[in-house]
C-alpha cells in the first residue's frame, strides 16, 4: 500500500543502470533493460478452509468453542521487529553506525536488509546495524518502549508514509527526546509534525518553510493543503536538483542531500538504498566525515508507463508496448478478447515485490484476456489511466473493456486524502467497470485468514472506503504477505475469483444484448407466500415488469412477457391451478442430488450445520427445488431464506450458521446451470451479503464470496440505506444502483383528530367569549377519546377542567394543538415506488417543503437560510424560541409555528406550481406562460406571502434559498434508475453518489447512482457534535424531569449505520458529549483525536453508557467504535468524584466486583455482535412466533450483543464479555434511540425493536424497576426526545391507523398488503421488548382492517398470506397478553383466519 517506491524485496524484476557519482545533478530517469522473461506467481496459498461453525444436525447441537466466543489470535501485526534487525558479523575496527527506520509496509525490510548485508561484506570503513519497525507495530507497548531504546542508541533514524495520527504521536514522542543527539533524521512524506522532525545538518523543515524559496513555498502550501502532499513532494523532487545547484553550497548542500536522499528513497532498488546510507553516514556520522565513499547518483524509472512481467523494458508509449504485445510469441488471442486495464504501483515495480502482480497478469491471460498494465510513481493513477486506456489512433475510443486498479488506493490521492471528483470525472470518460483490489498491508497472510474482521480496520479505512467514493467496486484481497521477509505473495484462489470477475463484467460490453442472460432476483422476507418480493419501499414486481419492458426496448429477450404486474406475480408465485402454499411456487429447476455436489464445490462444507443435501428447505426430499419463472433470457428467481428463522434454537446461537443446500443450490443454478451474465438483486434486501464471513477482504471461505461466485452482481438499493448497501458491495461484490424511496406527503390529520383541529380553531376564534369554557370542556373530551391524554397535559376531569382560567385553558388547548401539528405535519411516504417512475411536480412539494426548512451555512457558493428562520425574521422574532414555546404548549407560539409552517409550504407550491407542465411534470407551464405574455404575471412568493404577516420576508434571503430549490426539484424529479441499470448491463461505469436522507442532502439525488458511504474518518463533525449535544441536554433535562431532579447514571443506546452516515455521526457524537470527552481532527481533518472536557465545561456528571453497535455499524465504522472505547476508558480513569462520574463509579464496582485487573478492563463499554454476524435474531424470533417467552428473547440478545471492541486490542475485532455486558446493563437508567429520518420509524423496519433491551435492563436490575426509554427523532429542524411510548403512538396515528398511509399502501395491492402487515408485526415487537404499546392502538387497527368487512375482503383478496399473518398477529397478541381483546374481537379473527385458510387452500 506504500505511496513511495518500496525497498527491493527478494530478485529485481529490473535492475537499473547506475551512472557516475554527480553530487549535485538531477538523477536520471531510465527504464529497466534487462528484466527477465518469467511470469512469476511468488507463493501458492489457499485462503481456505472455512471457519467451523455451529452445527446441528439429528437433533444434536455441537458448537465449536470459537462460535460462542472464546478468545482468538485475531490481533493484526503481530510480527516480530527483530526479524527487521541486522548485525556486522564483524565490526573489525570499522566505524558502526546503528539506523532505525520505521515504515508503513514490509516492503523495506529485504531492501534495507540486503543493502546493509552488502555494505557489511565489503566496505572496509563502516558497518550498519539497522532495525526496522511497521507502524502497526508501535501499538504494542512492548514493542514502543523497544523502538525508544533503539532510537536512543542510534545515529540515524528514517521514517516515511506515518499518517497515521496516533502513531505519528508516538513516532514525535519517542524521536524528539533524541533528535539532538541523532546524527540525522531523515522522514519522507508523512505529517506535519513528524516531518519537523527532519534533521541533515543545518537542515530541516521549520527553516524550510520560513524561508524565501522554491522550498519554502512547497512547505507552506503543504500546510494549508495535504490532499496532494505525496504528489506536490515528488514534483519538487524532479525541480529542485536544478534549483540547488544556483545557490551557495555552503547553504544548499544540506538541502540538497535531503533531496538526493528522497531519490534515493523513490529508486527503490538495494542499490539505492545502499547509496543513501552510505551518503547520509559520510556527511552526518562525525567519525565518517571525508571518507569519500563511491556513490552513485539515484536513479529512477518513469514517472508514469506499461509494465509487463514478460516485456524486456518498461514502456512509456502505448503503441511500442502494443507492438511487443501482438508479436509475442507465447500466447494468443481470440479476435475479440476482452482487454483489462491493470493499475499499478510503481515503487512494487521498481523494488522487484512485484509476484502478485505477475500472478494477475498470468491469471488474466490463461483466461484468455489481454492486459494493458499501467503504473504510476506518484498517486494519481488517473495520469497512465488518461494516457494509456484510449485507442492510440486518436480516435478517442476506449480500448479497454475493464479496470482493475491492483494499488488498493483511490484513483487521485493517498493515505492522507483523495480528489474523487478529478478520479469519476476520469472515469465517467472511460466508461468501463471500475474494479479495487487490495493487497494486504497491515497483515500477514495467517493474521487475515485467523481474523474475523478479515481486514485491518486501518486498511478498511484507506484502501476500501476511499476508493468505494470514486466508484470503485469489488474489494476483494489478491495477495498476501510473508511474515517472515514482508515480500508480497499471490494468492491464487483470490486471483482467480479477481479475473473471472473482471473478465466477465468485460464480457458484457463484448456480447449482444439478445444474447445476455439476466438472474433477476427477488426476496420473500419472513419466509412466507404473501412476502415474495419484499422491498424497502418498493412496488418490486411492478418494478420488475417495467424495467423488463424497458430492457425489451433495448433488444433483450424477455420472452412472451405478462401483460402487466399482476400477472407475472402469478405466474412467479404459482401455476394456474395451485394452492398457495409456499412449497407450490413456481419451480423453474429441480436440481439432483449428485448434480448439486458436482457443481457446488462447497457444498461439503454447509454439511456442518444442515445434513447431507438436499435437507428440507428448497426441497422435495430427493431433489432441490429452485424457485421462479423463466422469461427468454430473463429469470426471475426467488432467493430462498436464512432458513433457521423458525428454530428458536438456532436463533441463539452467537453466530449465524451457513446457508442451507438449497440457498447454495440456487446461486448454483443461476450461474452453472442457468449460465447468468449478471444478477439483478432486486430491493433493498435479502440475505446474501450477510452470510457468515469475514466482515471486509473475503477469503474463499467465506460464504457470500462462494456463493456470488464469479457473477457480475448488479443491486437495487433503497438511496437512503447507504450503509447496508455498502455492506452488499463489499460483501457480496454488488454494484449497487440507487432507487427513490416514495413521494413524502404530511400525514395529515382524519377522523377525530380532524375535529379536534376543527375544535381548536373555535377556541381560538372565541377564547376571550363565555363560549370558551365549554369548548375547552369539549377539546378535552375529544382529546381523550383520541387517546391523547397520555401525550398531553389534561385536567383529571371536568371539573378541574371548569376551574381553569384562561391562560391555563391556553395552555392545555396550546398542548393538544401542538400533538395535533405534530402528527398533521410528519412526513410519511405513501404507496411503494416503482423503479423509473419518478415524482410528479405536486408529489415533490413536501419534500421540498422539508429541505427548504433547514438552515446549511456550509452551502456552497452561498450559504443556504431556512424558510422558517426567514419568515420568523420578517416579524422580528427568532426561530429557535419559536420552536421552544410551541414545544411547550404556549398557543401563541403553537398558532405562529403553525402559520410559519402553512406560508412556507404555499410558497414552495407555488414556486412549483411555476414550473409545472400540462402533464404534471416539471416543465412549462402554460399559465406561467400566458401571465408573463399578457402581463399579469406574478412572482410565485410575492404570490404566495402576499396579505400575510410575512410579506416582509428578506427578497435575497428567499431568492438564495429558491434557487437551491429549484436544483432539488431538478434532481428529484430527474430519472436515471432504468438508464443506470442499463448502462451497468453493458459493461460501463455507473457513476457513484452518496446513500442518505435526500433532506439533509439532496446530493443522494437524483437516482441510479452507485451508493457510497462516507470517509469513516471523517465522523462526527463539528455540526454533528452541535446537534447531539443540544440532543442529549434535552434527553438529559427530560429524564431529570420525570425523576424529581435526579441525573441518569448509564444510558443504554444504540448505533446505527446509516443513521449515522445521514447525519455525519450524530450518535457517535451524543456518546461522546455524555461521557464528556471532545472528539478533535487531526492535522490533516481525520476524526481519530479526544480531548477531555472539564467538568465545569459540562455543568454536570459524566453519564456512564452501554453502547450497542449495529453489525452494519460495525463493518463500516469498527475505527470508530474503538475511538469510543478510548473516549469511555478516558473518561474512567479522570480523578474526579463518584457522584460527578458515573463512568468511573461503575467502573471502579465492577471491578472490585468481578475481580478485574484495571479500570481499563472494567470500563469496556462498546458492543455489538461478533464479527460476520447480525441483528440479536429477536427480529427472526418475532417475525417467525418462533419464540416461547420474552426471557427467551433476552438470552438472544444477550449472547449475540455482547461482544466488546477492546481500543487496547484493535485487532481482535468482537471478544465475548458478557460479564461486563450484563455488569453494565444493570445499571441503565435509560435506554434510548435516535430517529434521523422521515422514511423510516419505529414500526417501518424491524431493527428497531430487534435492539431494544428495555425489559432486558429491567429483568438484569436488582430492584426490578423498568429503565425509562426515550427517542429522539431530528427528522426536523425542532429536534424532539420523546418517550418510546409517545413515539410508537405517533407512528401508530401517522401511518397504521392513517387512511392516508394505508390507503395508499393499498394502491400496491399484492405488495401494500405485506407493508401494512409488517407494520402491525413490528408494533408487537415493541411490547415483547419495552411494553410500550398502548392496548388502543391494537384496538383501533383491529376496528380499521378486521372489523370493517370491506377492508378486510380487499387485504384477503390482494395478499391472502400476508393477511392471514396479519390475523394470526393479532392472535398472537393477545395470546401473549400485549392486547386485552374483547371476546366478539377474537371471535371475529379466529373466523377469518379459517376463512382466508380455505382460500389459500383452495377450498370454496
Avoid at 412472451?560 to 400477472?567: A, G, K, R, V
Amino acid at each position: 500500500m506504500n505511496t513511495l517506491p518500496a525497498m527491493n524485496i527478494g530478485k529485481q524484476t529490473g535492475s537499473i543502470q547506475a551512472g557516475k557519482t554527480v553530487q549535485t545533478a538531477a538523477p536520471r530517469i531510465v527504464a529497466p533493460r534487462n528484466i527477465q522473461a518469467r511470469q512469476q506467481v511468488s507463493c501458492n496459498v489457499a485462503t481456505g478452509p472455512r471457519p467451523q461453525l455451529a452445527t446441528f444436525k439429528k437433533g444434536a447441537v455441537s458448537v465449536d468453542l470459537r462460535d460462542e466466543g472464546s478468545e482468538t489470535s485475531g490481533g493484526f501485526t503481530s510480527t516480530n521487529p527483530e526479524s527487521r534487525r541486522v548485525k556486522p558479523n564483524d565490526v573489525g575496527g570499522r566505524v558502526l553506525v546503528k539506523v532505525v527506520y520505521v515504515v508503513l509496509e514490509a516492503q523495506y525490510q529485504s531492501a534495507v536488509s540486503g543493502a546493509v548485508n552488502a555494505i557489511n561484506k565489503s566496505n572496509k570503513k563502516v558497518c550498519f546495524e539497522v532495525v526496522g519497525y511497521l507502524l502497526e507495530e508501535l501499538r504494542d507497548a512492548k514493542n514502543f518502549e523497544a523502538f525508544k531504546k533503539d532510537v536512543a542508541v542510534s545515529n540515524i533514524f528514517i521514517g516515511s508514509l506515518i499518517f497515521i495520527e496516533e502513531l505519528a504521536e508516538k513516532i514525535v514522542e519517542g524521536v524528539t527526546p533524541c533528535r539532538d543527539s541523532l546524527d540525522a533524521c531523515l522522514v519522507f512524506p508523512s505529517m506535519p509534525a513528524v516531518m519537523k522532525l527532519n534533521k541533515l545538518g543545518t537542515f530541516s523543515m521549520a527553516q524550510l518553510g520560513q524561508s524565501k524559496s522554491l522550498i519554502g513555498d512547497f512547505i507552506k502550501s503543504a500546510r494549508k493543503n495535504n490532499d496532494n502532499f505525496e504528489e506536490g513532494l515528488l514534483k519538487l523532487v524532479r525541480t529542485l536538483p536544478k534549483i540547488l545547484k544556483f545557490l551557495p553550497s555552503d547553504k544548499a548542500q544540506d538541502a540538497r542531500i535531503f533531496v538526493q536522499s528522497l531519490q534515493y528513497w523513490l529508486g527503490g532498488s538495494q542499490e539505492n538504498v545502499q547509496n543513501l546510507l552510505l551518503s547520509v553516514a559520510e556527511a552526518y556520522v562525525p567519525a565518517l566525515k571525508g571518507s569519500n565513499f563511491a556513490t552513485e547518483e539515484p536513479t529512477l524509472p518513469p514517472d508514469v508507463g506499461i509494465w509487463h512481467p514478460l516485456a524486456p523494458c518498461m514502456y512509456e508509449d502505448i503503441k511500442e508496448y502494443l507492438n511487443w504485445y501482438d508479436t509475442r510469441r507465447d500466447m494468443k488471442f481470440a479476435p475479440d478478447a476482452p482487454v483489462i486495464g491493470l493499475v499499478m504501483q510503481r515503487s512494487h515495480l521498481v523494488t522487484g515485490d512485484e509476484g502478485h502482480y505477475s500472478g494477475v497478469v498470468a491469471g488474466m491471460e490463461a483466461r484468455g484476456a489481454k492486459v494493458i498494465p499501467v503504473f504510476a510513481g506518484a498517486l494519481d493513477f488517473s495520469s497512465p489511466v488518461k494516457k494509456y486506456f484510449y485507442d492510440p489512433m486518436g480516435s478517442g475510443k476506449t480500448s479497454v473493456d475493464c479496470v482493475v486498479s491492483l494499488t488498493g488506493f483511490a484513483l487521485v490521492g493517498g493515505p492522507a486524502r483523495q480528489d474523487a471528483p478529478k478520479a469519476i470525472t476520469a472515469l465517467k470518460e472511460l466508461d468501463v467497470p471500475y474494479m479495487v483490489s487490495l493487497p494486504l498491508v497491515f497483515q500477514t497472510t495467517e493474521e487475515w485468514l485467523e481474523s474475523d474482521l478479515g481486514v485491518h480496520p486501518v486498511q478498511v479505512a484507506l484502501q476500501v472506503a476511499l476508493p468505494e467514493l470514486d466508484g470503485g467496486i469489488e474489494p476483494i484481497v489478491f495477495a498476501g504477505r510473508d511474515s517472515n521477509t514482508g515480500k508480497s505473495h499471490s494468492l491464487p484462489d483470490r486471483i482467480s475469483s479477481l479475473c473471472g470477475r473482471a473478465i466477465n463484467w468485460a464480457k458484457l460490453r463484448k456480447k449482444a444484448n439478445a444474447q445476455k442472460k439476466l438472474a433477476v432476483t427477488v426476496f420473500s422476507f419472513p419466509p412466507d407466500k404473501g412476502n415474495v418480493g419484499t422491498a424497502a419501499y418498493l412496488n418490486v414486481f411492478g418494478s420488475i415488469h417495467k424495467v423488463l419492458r424497458d430492457l425489451q426496448k433495448q433488444g433483450y429477450d424477455v420472452g412472451p412477457l405478462p401483460s402487466n404486474s399482476d400477472q407475472l406475480i402469478q405466474s412467479v408465485l404459482t401455476s394456474k391451478d395451485a394452492k398457495f402454499n409456499s412449497s407450490d411456487l413456481n419451480v423453474a429447476y429441480r436440481m439432483k442430488v449428485d448434480e448439486y455436489q458436482r457443481l457446488c464445490e462447497y457444498s461439503e462444507a454447509l454439511e456442518e450445520n444442515w445434513g447431507k443435501p438436499p435437507g428440507n428447505l428448497n426441497s422435495n426430499g430427493q431433489e432441490l427445488l429452485i424457485y421462479g419463472k423463466q422469461f427468454g433470457n430473463v429469470f426471475i428467481g426467488v432467493q430462498p431464506t436464512f432458513g433457521y428463522e423458525g428454530d428458536p434454537m438456532r436463533l441463539l446461537f452467537s453466530r449465524s450458521a451457513s446457508p442451507h443446500h438449497g440457498f447454495a443450490a440456487y446461486y448454483t443454478y443461476v450461474e452453472k446451470v442457468f449460465k447468468a451474465d449478471a444478477v439483478l438483486h432486486f430491493g433493498t434486501h435479502g440475505s446474501l451479503e450477510f452470510m457468515p464471513g469475514k466482515q471486509v477482504g473475503m477469503s474463499g471461505g467465506c460464504f457470500p464470496d462462494s456463493l456470488i461466485g464469479s457473477i457480475p452482481n448488479l443491486y437495487y438499493y433503497a438511496a437512503n440505506n447507504p450503509s447496508e448497501a455498502t455492506i452488499a458491495k463489499r460483501r457480496s461484490y454488488a454494484n449497487t444502483i440507487s432507487y427513490l424511496t416514495p413521494p413524502a406527503e404530511n400525514a395529515g390529520l382524519y377522523k377525530g383528530l380532524k375535529e379536534l383541529q376543527e375544535l381548536i380553531s373555535s377556541y381560538q376564534g372565541m377564547r376571550e367569549s363565555g363560549r370558551a369554557e365549554q369548548i375547552c370542556l369539549t377539546i378535552v373530551e375529544t382529546a381523550r377519546s383520541c387517546n391523547l391524554d397520555k401525550d398531553c397535559n389534561l385536567p383529571a376531569d371536568e371539573a378541574a377542567a371548569k376551574a381553569l382560567n384562561m391562560e391555563e385553558r391556553d395552555m392545555v388547548v396550546g398542548g393538544v394543538y401542538r400533538k395535533l401539528m405534530e402528527i398533521e405535519s410528519r412526513l410519511l411516504p405513501c404507496g411503494l415506488h416503482i423503479i423509473g417512475v419518478m415524482p410528479s411536480a405536486e408529489e415533490a412539494v413536501a419534500t421540498l417543503v422539508n429541505i427548504a426548512e433547514i438552515d446549511r451555512p456550509d452551502q456552497q457558493p452561498t450559504a443556504i437560510k431556512g424558510l422558517p428562520g426567514i419568515m420568523a425574521r420578517s416579524i422580528g422574532r427568532d426561530m429557535e424560541q419559536i420552536y421552544r414555546d410551541a414545544n411547550r404548549g404556549v398557543l401563541a407560539d403553537v398558532e405562529l409555528l403553525q402559520s410559519i409552517t402553512e406560508a412556507c409550504r404555499d410558497c414552495v407550491g407555488e414556486f412549483v406550481k411555476d414550473r409545472t407542465g400540462l402533464d404534471g411534470r416539471i416543465g412549462q407551464s402554460l399559465l406561467t406562460t400566458l401571465s408573463k405574455w399578457t402581463g399579469f404575471y406574478e412572482d410565485p412568493l410575492q404570490r404566495a406571502l402576499r396579505g400575510t404577516k410575512f410579506s416582509t420576508a428578506s427578497r435575497a434571503d428567499l431568492l438564495d434559498t429558491f434557487k437551491y430549490i429549484e436544483f432539488c426539484l431538478e434532481q428529484i424529479v430527474k430519472e436515471n434508475e432504468v438508464g443506470a441499470l442499463i448502462h451497468a448491463l453493458e459493461g460501463k461505469y455507473v457513476e457513484p453518489g452518496p446513500g442518505g436522507d435526500p433532506i439533509r442532502n439532496p446530493l443522494v439525488l437524483p437516482t441510479g447512482k452507485n451508493i457510497h458511504a462516507l470517509d469513516p474518518q471523517s465522523i462526527p463533525t463539528q455540526a454533528a457534535l452541535k446537534s447531539a449535544l443540544i440532543v442529549v441536554d434535552r434527553l438529559i433535562e427530560r429524564q431529570r424531569r420525570e425523576a424529581g431532579g435526579k441525573y441518569p447514571e448509564t444510558i443504554a443506546l444504540v448505533l446505527w449505520g446509516t443513521d449515522n452516515i445521514k447525519t455525519y455521526g450524530e450518535s457517535l457524537a451524543q456518546v461522546m458529549m455524555m461521557v464528556g470527552i471532545k472528539p478533535v481532527p487531526d492535522a490533516l481533518g481525520r476524526v481519530n483525536k479526544l480531548e477531555v472536557m472539564s467538568l465545569e465545561e459540562l455543568g454536570r456528571p459524566r453519564i456512564d453508557v452501554v453502547v450497542n453497535c449495529s453489525g452494519v455499524f460495525r463493518d463500516l465504522f469498527v475505527n470508530q467504535m474503538l475511538l469510543l472505547d478510548r473516549a469511555v476508558k478516558m473518561a474512567a480513569e479522570l480523578d474526579e468524584p463518584d457522584e460527578m462520574n458515573f463512568v468511573r463509579k461503575h467502573a471502579k464496582e465492577q471491578a472490585k466486583e468481578m475481580g478485574l485487573a484495571s479500570l481499563r478492563e472494567a470500563a469496556v463499554r462498546i458492543f455489538s455482535n461478533s464479527s460476520g454476524s447480525y441483528s440479536s435474531n429477536v427480529n427472526l424470533a418475532v417475525e417467525n412466533s418462533s419464540w416461547s417467552d420474552e426471557a427467551q428473547l433476552q438470552e438472544m440478545y444477550l449472547k449475540r450483543k455482547s461482544f466488546a471492541f477492546n481500543s487496547d486490542r484493535p485487532g481482535v475485532g468482537g471478544e465475548e464479555r458478557r460479564d461486563i455486558f450484563e455488569a453494565s446493563m444493570k445499571t441503565v437508567d435509560v435506554t434510548f434511540q435516535n430517529l434521523d429520518s422521515s422514511e423510516i420509524s419505529l414500526t417501518d423496519v424491524s431493527h428497531y425493536f430487534d435492539s431494544d433491551p428495555t425489559k432486558l435492563v429491567a429483568s438484569l436490575r436488582a430492584d426490578g424497576a423498568m429503565p425509562a426509554a426515550y427517542i429522539a427523532d431530528t427528522t426536523t429542524a425542532n429536534a424532539q426526545v420523546r418517550t418510546l411510548g409517545e413515539t410508537v403512538r405517533l407512528d401508530a396515528r401517522t401511518k397504521l391507523l392513517n387512511p392516508k398511509w394505508y390507503e395508499g399502501m393499498m394502491g400496491s395491492g399484492y405488495e401494500g398488503v405485506r407493508e401494512i402487515q409488517k407494520r402491525l408485526t413490528n408494533t408487537m415487537g415493541w411490547s415483547a421488548t419495552s411494553g410500550q404499546v398502548d392496548n388502543w392502538v391494537y384496538d383501533e387497527a383491529n376496528s380499521t382492517f378486521i372489523e370493517d368487512p370491506d377492508m378486510a375482503k380487499r387485504l384477503m383478496d390482494a395478499n391472502p398470506n400476508s393477511f392471514r399473518k396479519l390475523v394470526a398477529t393479532f392472535l398472537e397478541a393477545n395470546g401473549r397478553g400485549y392486547w386485552d381483546a374483547k371476546p366478539e374481537q377474537l371471535e371475529k379473527l379466529r373466523q377469518l383466519y379459517t376463512d382466508v385458510e380455505d382460500k389459500i387452500e383452495g377450498v370454496e
